[in-house]
């Protein structure tokens, strides 16, 4: 069965440093835009970083950038998202996506991150 699994979330101080891992199974990721995205309590789900296939190519959300980092192993079938100088605002579920070249998308179940102090 095809499916994205995010990891690597939970509880960090304002200012730390997390690194979410989504890894696919069922279908390889080589050939997928991926993309990490979240979402806040009460506010809708927000793109924060997007790469392409080969990874050459990457975009962020502007609340993010300079402070997340998005990269891929397509050898370990797995996207990670680095994320430091976080901030309470950045307190979200964050959900993996991946598009392939047929246009079909999956998505993952999700990784609760809380900023806190």
């Known amino acids: 069965q095809a499916q994205l699994v995010e990891s690597g979330g939970g509880l960090v101080q304002p200012g730390g440093s997390l690194r979410l891992t989504c890894a696919a199974s069922g279908f390889l990721l080589s050939s997928c835009t991926m993309s990490w995205y979240h979402k806040a309590a009460g506010k809708e789900r927000e793109l924060v970083a997007v790469?392409?296939?080969?990874?050459?190519?990457?975009n962020y959300g502007d609340s993010v950038k300079g402070r997340f980092t998005i990269s891929r192993d397509n050898g370990k079938n797995t996207v990670y998202l680095q994320m430091s100088s976080l901030k309470t605002e950045d307190t979200a579920v964050y959900y993996c996506?991946?598009?392939?070249?047929?246009?079909?998308?999956?998505w993952g179940q999700g990784t609760q991150v809380t900023v806190s102090s």
């Open positions: 790469i392409t296939s080969a990874g050459g190519s990457t």
């Open positions: 996506k991946a598009v392939r070249s047929s246009g079909y998308v999956y």
